[in-house]
């Protein structure tokens, strides 16, 4: 999330991955994005504190092929760049 990736300066907003890991009580995991980043996706750039400050829902369906069960909210990952 944020501006283009990479450069030094130039006042590019630096980039921010947010994900949300889900286990179900079979053991299937998967890491996807918070509701939040629809907005990236219609060109607005969030802020940090929206996205991680935002509701994330604590129980989804599994998303592992022929499973039924519910996976629960177990982290939430921010990865930042590497400090140049």
Excluded: K, N
């Excluded at 300066?9 to 996807?32: K, N």
């Amino acid at each position: 999330v944020g501006g283009g990736g990479g450069g030094g300066g130039g006042g590019e907003a630096p980039r921010v991955w947010v994900g949300c890991e889900y286990e179900c009580r079979h053991g299937h995991r998967a890491v996807v994005a918070p509701p939040h980043r629809l907005a990236e996706a219609r060109g607005a750039v969030p802020l940090l504190s929206q996205l991680v400050g935002g509701e994330a829902p604590l129980a989804r369906p599994c998303l592992s092929e022929g499973c039924a069960a519910a996976a629960q909210l177990q982290r939430i990952y921010v990865r930042t760049p590497d400090a140049p």
